[in-house]
């Protein structure tokens, strides 16, 4: 068996970051931290270098967009997947745009959840 990728969580909601860790495959992926803010996100990812990161778009004190920015700026090769509720082609062509490598709408399902993630890591494994 393969040691499981280090997975931070940044979501401003409790509730959504334990869903993530629930619907994330523990064979697959180790949940080594969470976030509930940007500016909590960027600290964690410095100080825990996780190999596949889940962001949240609207977050206090420092928006996904901005926290994606920096993450790319401090790891060009960072794997990060934006679970928002904003659905708008704009925002998420952005947050593509600024690095992010894939995109899972919320509400969704440990399956929906379990295939982006798979996705994001495809070529990792």
Known sequence: MTVPLKMLIVDDSNIIRRKIERGSDGEMFKVVGSADSGVA?????????????T??????????????????????????????????????????????RGFLCKPFDEKKLSDALKELVQDYV
């Open 41 to 53: 996100a960027i600290e964690k990812f410095k100080a825990l270098k996780p190999d596949v990161v």
């Open 55 to 100: 962001m949240d778009l609207t977050m206090p004190k420092m928006d996904g967009i901005e926290c994606i920015s920096n993450l790319i700026s401090i790891d060009p090769k960072a794997r990060i997947l934006v679970v928002s509720a904003l659905s708008d082609k704009a925002t998420g062509i952005e947050a593509l745009e600024k690095g992010a």
